[in-house]
């Protein structure tokens, strides 16, 4: 582990927001984004049929993480569009994830 490693790490710990990654709590930065920045991670058909705002989450790496994960966050869920290890030297400092609100249930009747 190098040191920036252990400082993201740090940081995520102590301002990073609670959240539940499969039943697991874990805490992250999360940010919204913009519709023309979500395009370049993940393309025109997930933007125009993600709910907005489009949110870019980070993650001390060695959590899992995977495209079927499902993220509480602000007592809403999330999916996960896509997930990138960020990487120094070979060594992982966050995992960043691109995420979007799943639409609630249809109400029975409507």
Do not use: W
């Not at 805490?27 to 984004?33: C, D």
């Not at 290890?85 to 009747?109: T, Y």
């Amino acid at each position: 582990m190098i040191l920036m490693d252990d400082r993201l790490a740090a940081m995520i710990d102590k301002v990073g927001e609670p959240c539940v990654i499969d039943t697991v709590n874990q805490k992250g930065l999360f940010h919204s984004i913009s519709t023309g920045l979500a395009r370049i991670y993940v393309g025109d058909a997930a933007v125009n049929s993600a709910l907005r705002p489009i949110r870019k989450a980070y993650f001390k790496p060695g959590i899992t993480l995977t495209d079927s994960s499902e993220i509480t966050y602000r007592s809403k869920e999330y999916k996960v569009l896509k997930i990138e290890e960020v990487r120094h030297i070979n060594e992982p400092l966050v995992l960043m994830a691109i995420i979007a609100e799943v639409p609630p249930p249809e109400s029975p009747g409507t």
